[in-house]
């Protein structure tokens, strides 16, 4: 199906565990997103790729990896998953980086870590 | 820095009142405003937007105009339906730094029959 594509849609875990969410687009779209989604804080920003190997850190970072070897796929690593960390994480697109673009959100990942 | 304040929830209405939801922003440069739609166990969903002062988006009966003097972006609706129920989330972007979107804490609405 065309369309941005994340699995797992749900994942639980444990505390020191490394986990890696998937994300999968197939517009093309040269720039993509990873947030998180936590109760009071909307969504926040943890890394964003402008193109394949370009990767840059957003406003929450810590304890996540990124790489984008690939234009359509753009995987987001937990290295050693703490508790902190449980929450929902949106992969988005966009065609380019300009502020008209609109992002395009995938479904989700509820990730939990015990 | 750059962020947006939305008005807090929940919000519950009944079927065909009118709605509104606050939306104020503070950016650097000239953003673009975003209205996102949350459905229970969805990804997010543009609803709207407008990129310059004065703009107003409009999509499924919603409405926001942006109002650059008063640095909003309310959204409204003349009269709501029960499937309108979800989280909204207002966000801004800007030109410079990480392209990222901006978002409010989000607005969750529930329409009653």
């Known amino acids: 199906d065309a369309g941005i594509t994340q699995s797992p849609r749900y994942k639980i875990t444990e505390t020191g565990r490394q986990v890696t969410l998937m994300c999968h687009q197939t517009w093309s779209h040269s720039y993509m997103f990873w947030y998180r989604q936590d109760l009071g804080h909307g969504l926040r920003l943890i890394y964003y790729s402008a193109a394949a190997d370009i990767t840059d850190k957003g406003e929450v970072p810590d304890g996540y990896v990124v790489s984008r070897s690939k234009t359509e796929n753009f995987p987001l690593t937990l290295e050693s998953a703490t508790r902190s960390q449980t929450s929902v994480y949106f992969c988005?697109?966009?065609?380019?980086?300009?502020?008209?673009?609109?992002?395009?959100f995938g479904a989700g990942t509820r990730l939990s870590v015990l | 820095g750059d962020s947006v304040t939305q008005m807090e929830g929940p919000v519950t209405l009944s079927e065909e009142a009118f709605l509104t939801i606050n939306c104020t922003y503070t950016a650097t440069g000239y953003p673009s405003l975003f209205w996102y739609v949350q459905y229970p166990g969805e990804g997010l969903q543009l609803l709207l937007k407008a990129t310059k002062a004065d703009d107003k988006g409009s999509n499924k009966g919603f409405e926001a105009t942006y109002r650059k003097e008063t640095t909003s972006f309310h959204l409204e609706k003349g009269s709501v339906q029960v499937s309108d129920s979800a989280v909204y989330f207002c966000a801004l972007r800007v030109s410079q730094g990480a392209q990222k979107l901006v978002f409010g804490q989000g607005t969750r609405l529930t329409i009653n029959p």
């Open positions: 988005a697109s966009s065609e380019s980086g300009s502020v008209r673009n609109i992002q395009y």
